[in-house]
C-alpha cells in the first residue's frame, strides 16, 4: 500500500485519553499528515471507545472535506483529511479491530483494517486481519515497517498527552495566585515560555508582562517563594 494511516491511544488511569494517527508513505514517515485526537465523548480509560472516536472523528472529517472541495473544484490534496490511505493499522489486537470496522462501514469506507499485535514484553508480535493472527517474520522489511509505525505512533500519542500533563500542571500552579485570570496567565506563560522561569523572575521581571502591575507581580514572586 502507498499510504498507511496508524492509530494509538494514550492516557494514564483515564485521564488526559488522547489519540493519535501517524502517516507512512511509500514505506516512510510523512509528519506534515500526522493528526492527534482528545478523546471527547467520554471519561475514563476506554481503548475500545477511544479508537472508535478517534477513526470517526478522523473519516467524518475526511468525507465533509471531500465534499466542500469538490464543490470548490478543488484537489483533495489540500484538506487535511481528505487524502485517505489504502491500509489502516490500529494498535491491538481483534478487539480494536472489531471496535472500528462498524464505524467505518455506516460510513460507506472500505479500506482493510489490521491490527498491530504486542508481545507480553511489549514488542511487535504480528498483525490481526479478517479475525486472523497473521505471524511476521522478525528478521523481514515488512517486520521492520510495521514495528516502526507502531513505535511512531506511540511515541506521537504519548508526547500529545505528554505536553496536555504539563500544561495542565502550569495552569493549576497559576490558578492559586489570587489576581491571576486568564489573560495574565497567558500573558506569563507567553512573555516567559515555563512555569520554572516564572519562578525564578524577579518582580520587575514580572511587572514587565502586559497586563501586570507592581502589586501582582510581588503577590506572584511571594506566592512561589513561600
Given at each position: 500500500?502507498?499510504?498507511i494511516e496508524s492509530f494509538d491511544i494514550s492516557n494514564i488511569q483515564g485521564?488526559?485519553?488522547?489519540?493519535?494517527?501517524?502517516?507512512?508513505?511509500?514505506?516512510?514517515?510523512?509528519?506534515?499528515?500526522?493528526?492527534?485526537?482528545?478523546?471527547?465523548?467520554?471519561?475514563?480509560?476506554?481503548?475500545?471507545?477511544?479508537?472508535?472516536?478517534?477513526?470517526?472523528?478522523?473519516?467524518?472529517?475526511?468525507?465533509?472535506?471531500?465534499?466542500?472541495?469538490?464543490?470548490?473544484?478543488?484537489?483533495?490534496?489540500?484538506?487535511?483529511?481528505?487524502?485517505?490511505?489504502?491500509?489502516?493499522?490500529?494498535?491491538?489486537?481483534?478487539?480494536?479491530?472489531?471496535?472500528?470496522?462498524?464505524?467505518?462501514?455506516?460510513m460507506g469506507i472500505h479500506i482493510p483494517v489490521c491490527g498491530m499485535v504486542?508481545?507480553?514484553?511489549?514488542?511487535?508480535?504480528?498483525?490481526?486481519?479478517?479475525?486472523?493472527?497473521?505471524?511476521?517474520?522478525?528478521?523481514?522489511?515488512?517486520?521492520?515497517?510495521?514495528?516502526?509505525?507502531?513505535?511512531?505512533?506511540?511515541?506521537?500519542?504519548?508526547?500529545?498527552?505528554?505536553?496536555?500533563?504539563?500544561?495542565?500542571?502550569?495552569?493549576?500552579?497559576?490558578?492559586?495566585?489570587?489576581?491571576?485570570?486568564?489573560?495574565?496567565?497567558?500573558?506569563?506563560?507567553?512573555?516567559f515560555g515555563s512555569l520554572k522561569r516564572i519562578k525564578s523572575a524577579s518582580?520587575?521581571?514580572?511587572?514587565?508582562?502586559?497586563?501586570?502591575?507592581?502589586?501582582?507581580?510581588?503577590?506572584?514572586?511571594?506566592?512561589?517563594?513561600?
Amino acid at each position: 500500500p502507498l499510504r498507511i494511516e496508524s492509530f494509538d491511544i494514550s492516557n494514564i488511569q483515564g485521564l488526559f485519553n488522547v489519540g493519535s494517527m501517524i502517516v507512512f508513505e511509500k514505506g516512510r514517515p510523512n509528519n506534515k499528515h500526522y493528526r492527534r485526537f482528545r478523546i471527547k465523548s467520554f471519561e475514563g480509560a476506554n481503548d475500545y471507545e477511544s479508537m472508535k472516536e478517534i477513526i470517526g472523528r478522523r473519516f467524518y472529517h475526511g468525507i465533509q472535506e471531500r465534499e466542500e472541495l469538490k464543490a470548490q473544484d478543488k484537489s483533495w490534496e489540500l484538506g487535511k483529511f481528505s487524502i485517505f490511505p489504502d491500509l489502516i493499522m490500529v494498535d491491538g489486537g481483534l478487539g480494536q479491530v472489531n471496535a472500528v470496522q462498524p464505524v467505518l462501514d455506516e460510513m460507506g469506507i472500505h479500506i482493510p483494517v489490521c491490527g498491530m499485535v504486542k508481545d507480553d514484553k511489549h514488542r511487535t508480535r504480528g498483525l490481526v486481519y479478517k479475525g486472523e493472527e497473521i505471524a511476521i517474520p522478525i528478521n523481514t522489511n515488512a517486520f521492520r515497517l510495521i514495528t516502526n509505525m507502531q513505535d511512531e505512533a506511540h511515541r506521537f500519542a504519548i508526547n500529545y498527552h505528554r505536553s496536555l500533563r504539563t500544561k495542565n500542571t502550569v495552569k493549576s500552579a497559576l490558578d492559586d495566585i489570587p489576581g491571576v485570570g486568564p489573560a495574565r496567565r497567558k500573558a506569563l506563560l507567553k512573555h516567559f515560555g515555563s512555569l520554572k522561569r516564572i519562578k525564578s523572575a524577579s518582580v520587575e521581571e514580572l511587572s514587565q508582562v502586559e497586563g501586570m502591575n507592581s502589586k501582582v507581580a510581588e503577590t506572584v514572586y511571594n506566592f512561589f517563594k513561600s
